[in-house]
Every structure is written in C-alpha cells, then in structure tokens.
C-alpha cells in the first residue's frame, strides 16, 4: 500500500503549534488535578482559568486554519495557484469558501483580483530579500509597468525570464547542478515550506512545463512555460496568465530564500527538552493566550474612525503634527525618514511579513529606495479597513535619475507598522 501523500500541514511550524494547542487540550483536562500542586509551585492559576476560557473555541480556529493550505492546493492547484508564506490568509479563505461553494470560477476571478499593482508591489518589495534576484530587480519593475498598464503581451515573458534565471542561479547552490524551472529534474522542494513542498512549487512547476507542441491563438489561463517563451502559445496575453505568473514568482521567493540561506534541508534533531522546558513553555504558552483573548475583547467593541484629510487629520507636515499612535503618526515617520535617507529607521516601520527579512532589512531598504529622494508628500485619503488596517491615499513627490517624478500611492499600515 502506497504511503499517504505528505501534507502542507504536517510541516514543523504547523506541526509545532498545533501539537502546542492539543498539549494544552490536555492540560486543561488534567487542570482540576493539578491546581493545587501549581499552587505549590507559585503558578499564578487564575491567569491560566483566564487564558483558556476560550481555549476550545481558539482551538477549533487553529485546525481550521491549519487545513487552508491544502483545502487551496486541492482547489487550485492545477488551475495554476499554490498558497506561500506572504498571501493574504483572508484572501486563500475566501477563495477556498467560494470554492467549495460550487463556485470556483468566481473564486479564481477574486484571485485575479487580489493580484492588483499594489499587490505585486509589496511582493516585488519582498524579493529583494533574495540576493540572486537584485539585479533582475529593474526588468521586473518594467514588467511592474506593463502589468499596471494591461500590457500582459510584455509582462509575462519577463517575469517568466527572471523566475527561470533565478531558480537556475540559486539550483546550483542548492543542489550542485543547474536547473530552470522548465529543466526535468528542477528541485523546489525545501524542508518546513509553505509553497515549496511537494504538494506546491513541485506541483505547479509539472503543470507549468506541460508540452505545448501545436501553434495556437486561443485564450489560455495558465502560464506555461515553455508554450509562451517558444512562441507557441499565441493567447497568452490576459490578466488571468499575468496574474498567476506574478503568483508563482511570489511563491518561488520562499524557496529562494530557503536556498541561499542553505536551509532546504532539515537541521539537525534537537535534544529533547527537560521538564522545565516544557513546564517554561506551557506558561509561555498561556501568556500568549491571555493576550489573544484580551486582543479578541478589543475587536469586539471596534469602531472606523470618522476622518477627513484636512480636517481631522493634517494633508502633510512633521509626525508631530498627526496624533501619536495613529498609522497616519506612523506613516508620517516613514516618510519623514525616506527624506532623510535613514533606511535604518525606514526599514524598522516595516513589517517583516511584507518586507525583507528583518537583519537584512536597511540594506534592502537602501536598495529600493536609494536611487529616489523623497521631494514631499500629501494625505489625500484615510481609511480603516479593519481593526489592525488602515489604508492610506498619498501623493508622493520625489526625484529618481534626476527627474521629478509625481506618483498617487496607495500605503497599507498593519497596527504600527507600514
């Protein structure tokens, strides 16, 4: 009998945390047993009574959310989507729901969608986190434009072109042989991956290098590799085929990251841990619980905020002249910063889950932005979209190449970070 085919949600850091919630399923169980010796050991046991007054109900999040992963790849996979680190989570739900719903073409329209200018971005944002892909950063900024302007006839070749430079480049690093993504034997699994298992980059590279052997001008909706840079597949051109090639650049960054940081393989095991260790961690643990349920009480009693720009909130000036704590404060400092030329500080506003990793983060902050010096820049629109989201409308004024260059910019701040 065939071994069942190994899950996204079996990876370590899903693995580890959904062991952590079942751990506390049982502690809670055995928790009337054991008040009385937590007692003796000066655990505080009225924090813990409060931290898992909702712990079935978290509980039943976290295996839902665990299940995402797969429930996407099974929908979409061979329509050319596969999940990665930096998706939006709320984005591969709603799919998944609308999917399951019996509606999957809609799902995948809302897919397209999710893919807008600014979309790719923040994800092109995140590329310069890998080494091997700086200096393709200019070309996939072209390719930026075409998408931007529909041009998808210009876009998708480019963007194939350095996604198959990339992996090639960084193959040898991790494997000791070169491989484009069209190559038999490509390798883009790496150990404890979202889309680099062998239920996603794996799975979507074989889709991608299907032969296409017979010229033809239909439509298509899947980038293949080989039909479009051969001049076979003449339908190429739409959003859907820009789209998803953006999605699997995006989705290969991980793997890229995993290969030039030599992590593709497992680590050694570690030792297993001693009972204090363990008991460290429960209490751990149980503080980040405590949190959750006090973060979950806020959201409860959310509110958006009324704002004009002009009136309640200034079009420009110093972060000291918007309210402390605000995103509007925040952004305010960011671009305060860009002025100034301090990347240190740029890159410390920005989220890790959208940008570089954070050790790397002013070098690749000097990288995106070194060659644009921030002129000044105006407020024209401020919306909470959630109670961690706001989004906020600018117009940027900045040179680049020694000419001004005027630009509406769309920001997306996560709490106090842009």
Not at 167 to 189: F, M, P, Q, Y
Not at 218 to 235: C, E, K, Q, T, V
Request: aromatic fraction near 8%; proline fraction near 6%; include cysteine.
């Amino acid at each position: 009998m065939a071994e069942p085919e190994p899950l996204i949600r079996d990876i370590p850091s899903i693995k580890k945390t959904l062991d952590d919630i079942r751990a506390f399923g049982h502690f809670k169980r055995a928790l009337p047993f054991l008040r009385p010796l937590l007692r003796l050991l000066g655990a505080n046991t009225d924090r813990i009574n409060e931290a898992l007054a909702n712990f079935d109900a978290l509980a039943h999040q976290a295996e839902e959310l665990a299940r995402i992963p797969d429930r996407f790849t099974d929908l979409f996979a061979d329509r050319g989507w596969i999940i990665y680190d930096r998706m939006s989570l709320e984005v591969a739900k709603a799919a998944v729901a609308k999917a399951e719903a019996g509606d999957i073409e809609g799902a995948e329209t809302d897919l397209v969608a999710y893919y807008n200018a600014e979309t790719v971005r923040w994800g092109l944002m995140a590329m310069h986190s890998v080494k091997a892909f700086r200096p393709r950063m200019r070309l996939a900024e072209k390719a930026l434009e075409d998408y931007e302007a529909e041009r998808y006839h210009a876009c998708v070749p480019v963007v194939l072109a350095l996604l198959d430079g990339t992996v090639n480049e960084l193959h040898e690093k991790a494997h000791s042989r070169r491989r484009g993504i069209s190559a038999e034997g490509v390798d883009l699994t790496a150990w404890d991956s979202f889309s680099a298992h062998s239920r996603g980059l794996a799975r979507l590279i074989k889709i991608l290098q299907t032969g296409r052997h017979k010229t033809t001008t239909d439509p298509i909706s899947i980038p293949y590799r080989n039909g479009i840079m051969h001049g076979i597949d003449l339908g190429y051109d739409n959003r859907v085929v820009a789209a998803k090639t953006w999605a699997t650049l995006f989705a290969a960054r991980e793997w890229a990251v995993k290969a030039e940081q030599g992590q593709v393989n497992p680590p050694p095991p570690e030792p297993e841990k001693t009972w204090r260790e363990h008991w460290q961690d429960l209490q751990e643990s149980a503080r980040r619980m405590q949190e959750v349920q006090a973060e979950k009480k806020r959201l409860e009693g959310w509110k958006a905020r009324e704002l004009e720009v002009g009136e309640q909130v200034p079009r420009t000036g110093s972060p000291e002249e918007f309210t402390a704590g605000t995103p509007e404060h925040r952004l305010a400092e960011y671009l305060e910063y860009w002025k100034n030329r301090n990347y240190g500080h740029m890159a410390r506003c920005i989220s890790p889950v959208l940008g570089p990793l954070p050790k790397k983060a002013p070098a690749e902050v000097r990288a995106a932005f070194g060659s644009k010096q921030l002129l000044k820049f105006e407020f024209t629109g401020i919306r909470d979209e959630a109670p961690a989201i706001t989004e906020i409308d600018t117009e940027l004024l900045y040179i680049e190449n020694g000419s001004e260059v005027r630009k509406a910019h769309k920001f997306r701040s996560n709490r106090s970070v842009i």
